[in-house]
């Protein structure tokens, strides 16, 4: 069964790093976009950044440029997101998630297919 594994968080101090990963499973195609967003309670899911099929694009949300890093491993069908000079307002889960459909990609939740479970990033002293 197709699903998505994400692998990486935890507690970092103001101004550390952490690397997300996202490992495909089953999926029937080859390639897929990638998007990685986030959500804290009371709000809605916010795209973060996401890289396109054959990589040709990456788009990240204004509020991280700079400071996160998206790419892939296609051997190991796995998409990392690189976050540095992390920032209290970035705590929040984060869920990877997989689109299909084109050859682009985009931060805005409704065009992907597939979800992984999240994982907690917490950004605190």
């Known amino acids: 069964q197709a699903r998505l594994v994400e692998s990486g968080g935890g507690l970092v101090q103001p101004g550390g790093s952490l690397r997300l990963s996202c490992v495909a499973h089953e999926l029937r195609e080859p390639y897929f976009a990638i998007g990685w967003f986030r959500q804290t309670p009371g709000k809605e899911r916010e795209g973060v950044s996401c890289?396109?099929?054959?990589?040709?694009?990456?788009i990240h949300a204004d509020s991280v440029k700079g400071r996160f890093t998206i790419s892939r491993d296609f051997a190991k069908r796995t998409v990392y997101l690189q976050m540095d000079n992390l920032k209290p307002e970035d705590t929040a889960v984060y869920y990877c998630?997989?689109?299909?459909?084109?050859?682009?990609?985009?931060?805005?939740?409704?065009?992907?297919?597939?979800w992984g479970q999240g994982t907690q990033v917490t950004v605190s002293s």
């Open positions: 998630a997989a689109f299909l459909g084109a050859p682009d990609c985009y931060l805005r939740d409704a065009y992907y297919d597939y």
């Open positions: 890289i396109s099929r054959t990589d040709s694009m990456i």
